[in-house]
């Protein structure tokens, strides 16, 4: 069951290396690699984080910033997260969802490229200094789902 502090872990400054489809939609497009940094702060005393990833100025889909807004809802025990990104400036749908043995899974309805998307979001691996998040879409009512996004998290070393 999902508590105010499920994303506790994080709050606090992090690396991300970034694997996306160049096409979300197409099982056979090509993965780019990209790095970001990523800032997490908790507010409402962990009901709530926002955060904001950095993508640095380098190649074809770098150079932007994105933003998300988690909020638990204690009637649900359910968690809204709710993802924007300077390139659009728009609050995209939000996905909710819950923890369950230390794997988060979130869910919503959003359209990519015209086309209606279920859309899913898995926290895993979730530890001290690492953390796993990645998007998939279906487009057949969840019957198959297409991994087009993952975020591999780990805490900056000191210097």
Known sequence: MSTPHDFDFLVGEWNIANRRRTDFLDPDSAWEEFPATHRCWSLFDGAANIDEMDVPAQGRAQGWKGLTLRLFDRDTD?????????RSGR???????????????????DTHDGKDVRVRYVWSGISESTARWEQAFSVD???TWLTNWIMEFTVPKAS
């Open 141 to 143: 009512g969840e019957k």
């Open 78 to 86: 359910q968690w809204a997260l709710n993802w924007s990104s300077s």
């Open 91 to 109: 609050l995209f749908p939000p996905v909710i969802g819950q923890f369950a043995d230390g794997r988060g899974e979130f869910y919503g309805d």
